[in-house]
Every structure is written in structure tokens, then in C-alpha cells.
């Protein structure tokens, strides 16, 4: 019986998972266990060792198991280009695209008085530092079109303008395979506006 309550509350645990209902959780955990030698070891393993080891970099907030994470630490990323995201799944996504060689800065999150994030919590000034000590030229922002998202935006191009270090955005539109009768209003106006020549 005890061997059931921790089983169910493993799969209470892994329901909270974003993506994992209870019935997807129910599910993986039957496969850990079908699966105990070759998976679920491992995996503990794995947890355990990343609980343990896991911190945010002290240079740009992503997370890592060094002080420094490697991004920072490979001086050929120093290209003078600081990318900023919102959160670490962002600077993830970036990097799977390997568009960008460059460096980032994590804020961790996005400006909200509803939820009463500020510029202090989300490492703005900190922001602001990194582009006089690094002797950044160019502070890309990748943050989300969302209203918090360009807020922010808004807010760290204000803090960096006594800095006069160039501030670009993502280009926003139409996706590449993206058909236009099924995009939003917002999404094909503002590819009307970043229109650019052949």
C-alpha cells in the first residue's frame, strides 16, 4: 500500500508538469517502470545530480551547472551583440535556430504591475551594465509581442538610451510556410510594415 502512494505521488508530481496531464502523467510513469534499469534509474540519477548542480549564470542569467555558462564563457561569442530574452526556454530556442553568435541576457521574465514585476526583478540595470562593461554595440531584444513584452521592450530602450548602444527587435510578420488566410489581423499588419524590397 505504501508502494501505491508513492507511485500516485509520483504521478501527482509529474501531472504538474507543463504539457502533463494526469492522464499523460499516469502514463509516463508506467513506462518508468516497465522500464526501471534502462530509464527511471537514470533519470533519478540525472534529477538528482541537476538539483544539486543547476544555477543561473552570473553573467547573463541562463541556467548552468558552472558559474559561468559556456555561452559566456567562449570568447568568440563576444561578437559586441547582446540578445535579450525573457526567459531561459527562449535563449534555448534561439540557440536551436543557430542564427545567433552572439551572447544573451535572461531577464526572467517580463515587466508586469499586475503581478508587480520591476525593472529591478527582472535584472534591468544589471542589463544596462553589462552593455557599458562589454562594450556592447548592439542589444537585439527577442522578447514576445505580447503587451508585457513590449512594455519591456519599451522600458529597457528608455534605460539604454543615455548608453547610445543600438537597440533592434525581431523582425514579426509572416512565418516562413505561413499562409496569409490564416494569420491574425495583428500578425499581417505588422508584416505590411517590416516590408522590405526583393
Known amino acids: 500500500m505504501a508502494d501505491e502512494t508513492g507511485i500516485e505521488a509520483l ?14 502523467a499516469r502514463r509516463a510513469v508506467l513506462v518508468l517502470l516497465k522500464k526501471r534499469g534502462q530509464l527511471m534509474a537514470p533519470l533519478a540519477q540525472a534529477l538528482a545530480q541537476v538539483a544539486l548542480a543547476a544555477r ?10 558552472a558559474e559561468v555558462c559556456p555561452i559566456c564563457a567562449n570568447p568568440a561569442r563576444a561578437t559586441g551583440e547582446i540578445c535579450v530574452v525573457a526567459d531561459v526556454a527562449d535563449l534555448w530556442a534561439m540557440e536551436r535556430g543557430q542564427a545567433f553568435r552572439g551572447r544573451y541576457h535572461v531577464l526572467g521574465g517580463t515587466l508586469s504591475a499586475l503581478d508587480g ?12 551594465g553589462r552593455v557599458g562593461d562589454e562594450g556592447v554595440r548592439e542589444v537585439i531584444l527577442a522578447l514576445n509581442a505580447t503587451v508585457d513584452g513590449q512594455t519591456t521592450a519599451h522600458y529597457i530602450a528608455d534605460a539604454l538610451a543615455p548608453t547610445a548602444v543600438q537597440i533592434t527587435t525581431l ?14 489581423d495583428g500578425t499581417i499588419g505588422a508584416a505590411l510594415r517590416a516590408r522590405r524590397g526583393l
Open 171 to 184: 523582425a514579426q510578420g509572416v512565418p516562413i510556410g505561413g499562409e496569409l488566410d490564416y494569420l491574425d
Open 11 to 24: 504521478i501527482e508530481l509529474m501531472a504538474r508538469l507543463p504539457g502533463l496531464g494526469p492522464r499523460s
Open 117 to 128: 514585476v520591476g525593472p529591478d526583478e527582472l535584472g534591468i540595470p544589471r542589463l544596462v
Open 56 to 65: 543561473d549564470c552570473q553573467v547573463c542569467g541562463n541556467i548552468s551547472t
